[in-house]
C-alpha cells in the first residue's frame, strides 16, 4: 500500500510539473486551434519536402480561416538539400511494430492518391530485391530460374552473390522528391493560392513587443534575405511558426531557449548514372545491396521513370554536431567525395555488365539526413515559458532521418490538425514529443544539448 501511495505522489509530482512547463503552450496551441475565424499568418521555416508538405496540408485544410497567409521561408531555393538530392523510397511495411509504423502506412496511402492529384511521373511502385556482393554470377543465374526471374532487371547481369525479395511492388515505391514539392506548390498556385515563398535564413524570432506584465512577445521571425548582406535584418509578421527545416532546425533551440533539439547531420554522397546508350528501357526493381568489404559500400540502387539510376549507400558518412548546424554547416554548399563516387561507381560495375561497358553519370552530389538520438522525429508543439500568452503558437517537424520524404504527407498532414484543430488525428505523435530532450524540471531559456552519433542506420 504504501508503495502505491508512493508512485502516485511521484506520478502526481511528474505530472504536475510537465504541466507546469507546458501550461502557457498549451494555451496558445488552443488558442490557434479555437480563434479560427479570424484569418492566419502561419510561417514555415524550411521549404523542403518536409515544409512544403506542412505547407500544403495547411493551405487546404477545412479549419483554415478565409483569408489566412502561409509564408514558406527557405534560407537557399526549394528543395535544395536532401529534397532535391534524395532517392524517394518509400517502404509502407518497413516501421510495423515501432512508433513510426502509421507513419509509413498513412503517408505510402496519402502518397499513392497524391500522385494522381498532383500528376506526379516519378511516382511507382516497384519491386526490391537483396543482393549480396559476389565475385561471379552463380548467385544470379540461379535467382534467374527461380520464382524471382520476372523481377530481376536485365541490367543486373554482373556478378552478385545471393539474391533474395525484400518486396514484390505491393508495399513499396518511389517518387522523385523534388518533382513532388514542386507539384504541391504549382497545386496550391492554381488553387488556394495561399502560399508564398520568400527566401532568406532565418536568424530568430522577433520579440519586440512585450504585454503588460513585461513579457516579450512572439510575433514573428526574423530571416536576412537571400542576396543581401548580413546586417539587412527583415520581419515576416506570424501567429504561428513551423520549423521544419531538416538538419537545421536545431537552431530553433536557441531561438526560443525553451527546448533542447538534439540533432546530427549525417552527410552522405550518392550519384546518378544517365540511361545506357542504345540499351533498353531501365527495369523497374531496386536494390537494397550487403555490405561489398572490396569497396566499402552497402549499395540502395533506386531506377527512375526517366531512364537514370540513383545511387546511395556510399559510405564513408561525416557526421555533423548540433552546433556546426546551428552555424548552417553544409546548407550553402554540400559536395560529394571523389573517393566514395569512384567506389559506388566500381561496386556498381560488378553487378552490372551493362553499366560497366555503356554507363556513364549524370551527376554527384552530396546531402544530409536530420538524425535525433533516439532515430525519432521531432513532430509537435514548442513550448515557451518565460514568453507572453499572446505569443504565436510555435511548433516543430523535423529529424525523420532517411524517412523524410516517406513520411512526408502524413506529417505534413499531422502537423496541419495539430495547427488548426489542436490535436493530430491522423498520428500519435507523442512518442516524437519535442520535449523529450528537454529537462522537465527546469524548463527555462538558453540551454544548449550536443546531439550524439546515430551511424548509418535506417
Known amino acids: 500500500m504504501i508503495m502505491f501511495v508512493v508512485a502516485s505522489l511521484l506520478l502526481l509530482e511528474y505530472s504536475s510539473a510537465l504541466a507546469f512547463s507546458s501550461a502557457s503552450s498549451s494555451r496558445r496551441l488552443m488558442m490557434s486551434a479555437t480563434t479560427s475565424a479570424s484569418p492566419k499568418n502561419i510561417v514555415v521555416v524550411g521549404g523542403g519536402v518536409q515544409g512544403t508538405s506542412v505547407a500544403f496540408q495547411l493551405s487546404r485544410h477545412e479549419k483554415l480561416p478565409s483569408g489566412s497567409k502561409i509564408t514558406l521561408l527557405e534560407a537557399k531555393e526549394i528543395a535544395s538539400a536532401a529534397s532535391g538530392k534524395g532517392g524517394g523510397f518509400m517502404a509502407r511495411s518497413w516501421g510495423d511494430g515501432g512508433p513510426t509504423q502509421k507513419l509509413h502506412h498513412l503517408a505510402f496511402d496519402m502518397y499513392e492518391e497524391l500522385s494522381k492529384e498532383l500528376k506526379l511521373e516519378s511516382y511507382r511502385k516497384l519491386p526490391v530485391l537483396s543482393v549480396s556482393p559476389g565475385d561471379n554470377s552463380k548467385g544470379l543465374d540461379r535467382a534467374k530460374k527461380s520464382s524471382l526471374g520476372d523481377i530481376i532487371p536485365s541490367w543486373l547481369n554482373g556478378n552478385t552473390g545471393s539474391i533474395s525479395p525484400l518486396g514484390y511492388g505491393d508495399d513499396t515505391a518511389q517518387v522523385t522528391p523534388k518533382e513532388f514539392v514542386e507539384k504541391m506548390l504549382s497545386n496550391v498556385k492554381e488553387n488556394q493560392d495561399n502560399i508564398e515563398v520568400v527566401l532568406g535564413e532565418c536568424v530568430g524570432l522577433d520579440t519586440s513587443e512585450t504585454d503588460d ?8 521571425v526574423k530571416y536576412k534575405p537571400r542576396g543581401k548582406s548580413d546586417e539587412e535584418i527583415e520581419t515576416i509578421e506570424a501567429d504561428t511558426i513551423i520549423v521544419a527545416a531538416g538538419p537545421w532546425a536545431c537552431a530553433a533551440e536557441d531561438w526560443f531557449g525553451t527546448v533542447s533539439l538534439p540533432m546530427e547531420g549525417v552527410k552522405s554522397t550518392s550519384i546518378v548514372w544517365k540511361n545506357p546508350s542504345g540499351s533498353d528501357a531501365v527495369d523497374a526493381t531496386a536494390l537494397f545491396c550487403g555490405e561489398d568489404y572490396r569497396f566499402s559500400t552497402h549499395l540502395e540502387v533506386y531506377p527512375r521513370p526517366d531512364g537514370s539510376i540513383y545511387i546511395c549507400g556510399i559510405g564513408g558518412s561525416d557526421y555533423i554536431s548540433t552546433e556546426d548546424l546551428k552555424k548552417g554547416a553544409f546548407r550553402e554548399e554540400c559536395l560529394a567525395k571523389e573517393d566514395r563516387v569512384e567506389a559506388a561507381k566500381n561496386a556498381f560495375k560488378e553487378m ?16 544530409m539526413r536530420p538524425c535525433p538520438p533516439d532515430a525519432r522525429p521531432y513532430l509537435g508543439a514548442i513550448p515557451t515559458p518565460g514568453f507572453s500568452s499572446s505569443s504565436a503558437a510555435s511548433y516543430i517537424c523535423s529529424g525523420m532521418n532517411c524517412w523524410g520524404i516517406a513520411w512526408a504527407p502524413a506529417c505534413g498532414l499531422s502537423m496541419a490538425e495539430l495547427v488548426l484543430e489542436g490535436h493530430s488525428k491522423s498520428i500519435d505523435l507523442r512518442p516524437f514529443d519535442p520535449t523529450r530532450f528537454t529537462q522537465k524540471s527546469k524548463v527555462g531559456r538558453g540551454r544548449k544539448r550536443r546531439g550524439e552519433s546515430v551511424g548509418e542506420q535506417w
Open 352 to 367: 552490372s555488365k551493362t553499366y560497366k561497358d555503356l554507363g556513364e553519370l549524370d551527376r554527384v552530389q552530396a546531402c
Open 213 to 220: 506584465e513585461g513579457e516579450p512577445i512572439i510575433t514573428g
